[in-house]
């Protein structure tokens, strides 16, 4: 039976900083950040913006043309969840009015808990085949400002719906994945700020890669020659690359041509969008699908996910026939171009207007540009949400 994507949705904040600006707000030359990061826009979420309303607006794109009474799963993948305890799913659930009778939970394991999600719905699908499930993968990436990970923030969520007989791109039974116990990048839960170990974090995504990408050789015996691309988890565009780069010698000129000029293409919305963490790798997917031309039904995709800390996993999924019907490329286009963009004093003022880390009630600006859902604030410590429209 086949098994995989069926449906995918997108959302991304309506505001963004320039690079280049806060290059030359840090006194950094701006083409470390453009060129040596590869990164040029990054997506700033105002207060009123979190995983639950992001991953919410990004099934809602979708949502009303699938039957949700088949759902017997939803799982939202995050590590920049709003509660320790309860899980931003069940909120999604109630936001997107979809019924009582399935499964809800969050999943984490860093920026791995995207992939995690649709192995388990994958799973789960297998099982009960008339059934489908949600997932997704939404995130906040802060690591400071003025911080060493600063150029390599974002915000953003992706929703994909897990089916039988999926229209956009199977999910093959071909997953070779490692987990080691490693301190490369962190957060405590005392703080909204992420902690990496920068270098060693880039050396340990590449040895992972290089880990499964070997044993998925082994496993399959296939070659980078049967992949028509390959995906990468995107914390900055250039860091995919410079693992994909280890493995290109191995192939032919023909082959490297064609893996670097897919990488190109799936690297287009993450370049103005920043980090998504969970969602980088279904980001880079989607920006590949809606920016070539040179894909067709029966190609095979490689999907490189990596979590710090650390879980790496790589398998392949095979398009379907009339999967470009699915797509929403001019939207997505349209929407990131239609974004406010945000001088340097701005992006930090938004920057730092948060929901406190206290007891304290908190009101987010009700100005400020949202999807179909916001957080309007918080109340005697619950969080208050509604749909735009209501
Ligand atoms: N013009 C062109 N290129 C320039 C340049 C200039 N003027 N100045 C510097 N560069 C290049 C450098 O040569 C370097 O290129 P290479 O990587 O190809 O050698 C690149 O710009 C970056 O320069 P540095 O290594 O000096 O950058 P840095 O010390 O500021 O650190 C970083 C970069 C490690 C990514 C840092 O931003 C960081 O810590 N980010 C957060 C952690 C992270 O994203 N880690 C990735 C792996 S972990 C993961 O994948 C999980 C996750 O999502 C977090």
């Known amino acids: 039976m086949k098994i995989g994507i069926d449906r995918i949705g997108l959302y991304s904040p309506h505001y963004y ?12 030359d701006p083409n470390k ?14 207060s009123a913006e979190d995983v639950v309303t992001m991953g ?44 009582m009778g399935m499964r809800t939970f969050e999943i984490k394991q860093a920026c791995y808990g995207g992939t995690a999600g649709l192995m388990a719905a994958r799973d789960y699908v297998a099982a009960h085949p008339d059934k489908t499930a949600l997932v997704i993968a939404a995130d906040i990436a802060r690591y400071g400002l003025a911080s060493g990970g600063e150029v390599t923030q974002g915000a953003g969520a992706v929703a994909m719906l897990v089916s039988a007989n999926p229209r956009i791109m199977t999910i093959e039974d071909d997953s070779v994945f490692i987990s080691k116990d490693i301190s ?11 902690l990496a170990k920068g270098k060693y974090s880039t050396e340990q995504y590449i040895e992972f890669f290089q880990t499964v990408w070997a044993r998925y050789q082994q496993d399959t015996g296939r070659t980078l020659a049967d992949f028509a691309a390959a995906n990468f988890h995107l914390p900055y565009t250039k860091m995919g690359m410079k693992a994909l780069k280890t493995a290109l010698p191995a192939a032919s000129a023909a082959v490297q041509e064609r893996l670097l000029a897919r990488y190109h293409e799936s690297t287009i919305y993450s370049r103005r969008i ?17 920016n070539t031309s040179a894909l ?49 004093p701005e992006y930090e003022a938004m920057f730092n207007n948060k929901v406190p880390y206290a007891a304290d009630d908190y009101a987010t600006d009700p100005k400020a540009v949202v999807g179909a859902f916001r957080l309007e604030g918080v109340v005697k410590q619950e969080r208050q949400y509604r749909r735009n429209d209501k």
């Open 296 to 344: 067709k039904a029966g190609d095979r995709l490689g999907m490189f996910s990596y979590g710090s800390g650390a879980v790496g996993e790589f398998y392949s999924g095979v398009l379907q026939p009339g999967y470009t019907d699915l797509l929403a490329a001019a939207k997505h286009v349209q929407e990131l171009d239609a974004r406010t963009e945000l001088t340097v």
């Open 56 to 99: 919410a607006s990004a099934a809602n794109e979708f949502i009303g043309d699938i039957d949700t009474s088949k759902i017997g799963l939803l799982v939202l993948g995050t590590e920049t969840g709003i509660d320790a305890s309860k899980s931003g799913a069940v909120v999604i659930q109630r936001l997107l009015q979809l019924p």
């Open 274 to 290: 920043g980090n998504i963490y969970t969602g980088s790798l279904y980001l880079a997917l989607l920006s590949l699908l809606e």
């Open 184 to 194: 490369d990048f962190w957060r405590p839960v005392y703080t909204d700020l992420a």
């Open 33 to 46: 950040y453009i060129i040596g990061i590869g990164q040029t826009e990054q997506a700033v979420p105002p």
């Open 17 to 28: 900083v320039a690079l280049a600006d806060v290059a030359a707000a840090r006194n950094v």
